[in-house]
């Protein structure tokens, strides 16, 4: 196999530059369809083009770019990530994998080397999943996995995701034309940051990733009785927030304490009345369980109900589950994970095996195709944060193993 080493400073340089835009005070704001990710779109299309890239948008508004290889019968080896944001996020999460695709295809610019497969790097669309609420779309498009929802989704001022799509060059109503298949795309790697503190604490430089978290989303509704906070007695009270705490602890406790299922959390939380003297009557929670293993998400679901069930009784509310996402937990193939420990080898640096606790387009992407995923750490383990922070050595050993692994998978897959 041929050896190449990525431009480190090149690679870091190119990142924080994207990082630029959606920059503020309180974090990144690149949210999908926005015009900092129109912007950052058009940065990475023009890297693309001179790093020697064919570019096209799909009708899901992914960007892909190709490079054809020597044996025009052989599907595509795909590289991608996302460059969307959440609110005040971080400049890391899916941007080193994007950026790191296109150093990546830049070195095999510079020293004009050619693959026997074409290759591919994709930015998918809306992989976070703000504002319209529908995560993975580009990537789960891509595979073939949306839903009538994702097609009819607005925002909470009723403008639809269909109208947005297109000022980024796709099209809702041709989105049946998105879906690939094995016969194109033979791999799919992914280059992201881990979220979480293993690999930092550790001080491992390399994650091999084994599985993507499974993820389960709530909206919770709570309906007690509104009333004056000064006239009515506390044992006639039927408080919606005393209740809606309660299942708070109870999800709290179901991961950390039960341990039925990996995390589970709160993310926020709603009073309809929201005045200091009046007794809430109507609240809304926002609720998710995650885990690898989906029989820990089942049981998980089970118990979260039978909870429910009890404070309804206990406290005279009503109590509304509704679940919103059910996204299946994706294990990486091992011949995949072998793959990432060669191209880890190759570097000289020492890996860990560990699970996704985030979800990421490998998930959609690995029902159509073979998956990986390389982590790098993430500096105390903090992400969809403004501190998020990966350090340029490590953002660069990253991409060296991206660039590793491209290459034994040309050989061999």
Same mark, same amino acid.
């Given at each position: ?5 990525i431009n480190s400073k !090149? ?28 912007? *950052?779109?058009?940065? =990475? ?6 790093? $020697?890239?064919? %570019?096209?948008?799909? %009708? ?59 290759? @591919?790097?994709?930015?998918? =669309?809306?992989?976070? +999943? ?10 789960? /498009? ?23 799509? +297109? ?13 690939? $298949? !094995?016969?194109?795309? *033979? ?17 491992i430089p390399i994650g ?21 906070? +000064? ?5 006639? !009270?039927?408080? &919606?927030?005393?209740? &809606? ?9 179901? /991961? ?9 959390? #709160? ?10 003297? #009046? ?28 909870? /429910? ?18 996204? @299946? ?11 990432? @420990?060669? /191209? ?14 985030? $979800? ?32 340029? @050595?490590?953002?660069?050993?990253? *991409? ?8 034994? *998978?040309?050989?061999?897959?």
């Amino acid at each position: 196999m041929k050896t190449l080493n990525i431009n480190s400073k !090149r690679l870091n340089q190119t990142l924080s530059e994207l990082g630029t835009i959606g920059s503020t005070s309180q974090g990144m704001q690149r949210l999908a369809f926005t015009q900092y990710d129109i912007e *950052a779109r058009d940065m =990475t299309l023009s890297l693309m083009s001179g790093a $020697g890239l064919n %570019t096209r948008i799909d %009708t899901a508004g992914n960007i892909i770019a190709r490079k054809e290889g020597t044996s025009p019968d052989l599907a595509a080896i795909a590289l991608g990530s996302h460059i969307d944001t959440v609110p005040n996020g971080g400049k890391y999460d899916g941007a080193l994998g994007v950026i790191g695709a296109i150093e990546v295809a830049q070195i095999l610019e510079d020293t004009q080397t050619k693959l026997r497969h074409p290759l @591919e790097i994709v930015v998918f =669309t809306n992989e976070e +999943g703000t504002r319209f609420k529908r995560w993975l779309f580009g990537s789960r /498009a891509m595979a073939g996995l949306l839903e009538p929802d994702d097609e009819t989704a607005a925002d909470e001022e009723g403008i639809p995701m269909s109208s947005r799509l +297109g000022d980024i060059g796709g099209n809702m109503l041709q989105i049946s034309k998105a879906p690939r $298949g !094995r016969s194109e795309i *033979a791999a799919y790697f992914e280059l992201h940051i881990e979220q979480g503190p293993e690999l930092h604490q550790s001080g491992i430089p390399i994650g091999v990733v084994t599985g993507i978290t499974g993820r389960w989303v709530y909206g919770v509704e709570i309906i007690g009785v509104a009333n004056h906070a +000064g006239t009515t007695p506390m044992h006639g !009270r039927r408080d &919606a927030l005393v209740s &809606a705490s309660q299942l708070v602890l109870a999800v709290q406790s179901l /991961a950390s304490e039960l341990e039925i299922c990996r995390v589970g959390t #709160v993310g926020n939380i709603q009073s309809y009345t929201n005045a200091a003297n #009046v007794i809430p009557g109507r609240i809304s929670l926002g609720v998710e369980f995650r885990d690898v293993d989906m029989r820990c998400l089942a049981e998980a679901d089970q118990e979260f109900h039978k909870i /429910a069930k009890q404070i309804e009784q206990t406290e005279g509310v009503n109590i509304t589950i509704t679940r919103f996402e059910n996204t @299946e937990s994706v294990q990486i193939n091992q011949s995949m994970q072998n793959l990432v @420990e060669q /191209a880890t080898d190759l570097t000289g640096l020492n890996y860990k095996h560990l699970p996704s606790g985030a $979800g990421h387009d490998a998930q959609a992407m690995a029902n159509i195709t073979d998956a990986a995923m390389v982590f790098v750490p993430s500096v105390n383990g903090i992400s969809h944060a403004p501190d998020e922070y990966s350090t340029p @050595e490590d953002c660069a050993n990253g *991409a060296q193993v991206l660039l590793n692994l491209l290459m034994l *998978a040309d050989e061999r897959v």
